[in-house]
């Protein structure tokens, strides 16, 4: 058996509300909220990143598979906001955390799939028998341009899970991937803020390949939407992920306890990856997942899980997502948002 | 700070590695060429908890040069449960909030960058334990 045998995450403490953006920009606030679902979102402090939360993240996982960090075999984090060009965050990761010297690691980008590749990977090395343990992580800061849509939802977080063959929490049961050339959204080299090709990163981008990975995993494994007790979609905003829930018949019993985005943002390469760190939060033993991510450029990773006994043993011994996510919340207003993501030019 | 000095800091300033006198028991942080307590240089490395309470703090308002976005922010020094004591930024609160004896809680942060072309400084911090 292969699967989870840890997993944690890390919510900055600040907090934006929608209309506190809009009003700078002179937009509709009860628009944005009505019609993208979103009501606030994370943002990081000046002194957190990419690395930073993926490091706290995955001491949270560790916490719950209470394993030997030395013994973790590969390290592999996905994001799109890598604090270097070129310098890996894996290596910042694995120091932290007590894993190097005997680790292989590498960082990933695929827009907001990065996370779940990681995992792909991470799984897949344990199945082989390559490493005892594999560490995945899908952690974002994510940028936004100021004014543009994207700003309403770019947010921050990481959520870290633990690859193992004994003692799991959650096992794999399959996995499935949907990819095509498809540019949706990009970032070109040397460019602060990611592009995007507004209404075509719908119907031909998001909602075709995640319905195109769900339709194959659930065909190559005989499965129908009310099998699942739960089910994960990537969220880069609150209306995509319930109109594609609905679409392939699943209920708001099976994609409410995942759903982050109205008050957590997008966090990219997070985004899945937390949902499906809040549903285990909740899971009892016995309970089948679908986690569903998407990466513009585009592509659909998919999983399924069963949790198994042990997780109510090991739910506790970390914060839970929606803790990180409802409690001990700083609001900030525009000026401040604007000084902590550096958006403001300084003389140097 | 020069890349070869916080190079060779990593596994206090990461991981909060600490010495241990295999003699006498008491621990170090940073570690020390002998013990403190009984002048033995037989140590062992262990990893401290990351939790403790504030034993005195200040607020810092005029901030040294890479912290001017952060300001007003606490700087303490926190006892540690095993006993050190660590001077370190105290991060996401309100600094005025902050008082003697409350708990905190170990966070891998970003401490400062050499420019926008240099290496980015990592290390620890403390927040408030407040159980996320």
Redesign the interface.
Known sequence: MTGIVGYGTK?P?YRIKVEEIAKVWGADAPTYKRGLNLNEKSVP?????C??LS??AA?NALKRAEIDPADIGAVYVGSESH??AVKPTGT?VS????ACPYVHTADLEFACKAGTEGMFIALNLVKSGAVPYALAIGADTSQGAPGDALEYSAAAGAAAFIMGKDNLIAELKDTHCFMTDTPDFWRREYKHYPEHGGRFTGAPAYFKHVTGAVDAILGKTNMKPDDFKYVIFHQPNGKFPVLVAKKLGFTEQQYLPGLLSPTLGNTYSGSSPMGFAATLDIAKPGDLILLISYGSGAGSDAFIFETTEKIDEVRNRA?KLR??LD??K?YIEYGTYA??RKKILLPN | MQVPRYWRE?PKR??LEAAQCKKCLNISFPEKFSCPECGSRDFKTI?LSGKGKISTHTIIRIAPEGFN??VPYGMGIIEMDEGPRIMAQI??CDPEKLKTGDRMIY?????REDGSTGV?M?AY?FVPD???
Do not use: S, W
């Open positions: 919510i403490r402090a000046p002194d957190e990143d690395a930073t490091v706290n001491l604090p270097y910042i120091e932290a955390i007590g914060p803790t990180q409690e001990h700083i000084k902590f | 990593i990461y991981r990893k976005d952060q991060t996401d966070q891998f942060r970003r401490i980015i990592y911090k407040v159980g996320i």
